[in-house]
Nanobody, 118 residues
Framework: QVQLVESGGGLVQPGGSLRLSCAAS????????MGWYRQAPGKQRELVAA???????NYADSVKGRFTISRDNAKNTVYLQMNSLKPEDTAVYYC????????????WGQGIQVTVSS
């Protein structure tokens, strides 16, 4: 089975930084893409940043210039460096992977809390 293990969330003051990590474990033959989503209470889950297996990145307009997604393909790990954090960034952040094990899978992490508050 494939699972995603997230780490790095927590409480930070406005203007601060956090680095989220997400490691995919299991039998993985192809990683089509990995990304980070977030969901605030009462709101829809939204894509924050994504990176393809070839290294092409996409960002939500609200985080461009502040967040950076990167990957370590050898470890099947994706990172989200979050700088200049704002209260509006407060949400549960979910790691997502689009990959092929024995079959095509879309896998979600359990989610980690990021709170930006003074």
């Amino acid at each position: 089975q494939v699972q995603l293990v997230e780490s790095g969330g927590g409480l930070v003051q406005p203007g601060g930084s956090l680095r989220l990590s997400c490691a995919a474990s299991g039998i993985i033959f192809i990683v089509y893409g990995m990304g980070w989503y977030r969901q605030a209470p009462g709101k829809q889950r939204e894509l924050v940043a994504a990176i393809t297996g070839g290294g092409i990145t996409n960002y939500a307009d609200s985080v461009k210039g502040r967040f950076t997604i990167s990957r370590d393909n050898a470890k099947n790990t994706v990172y989200l460096q979050m700088n200049s954090l704002k209260p509006e960034d407060t949400a549960v952040y979910y790691c997502n992977a689009d990959l092929r094990s024995s079959s095509r899978l879309n896998v979600w992490g359990q989610g980690i809390q990021v709170t930006v508050s003074s």
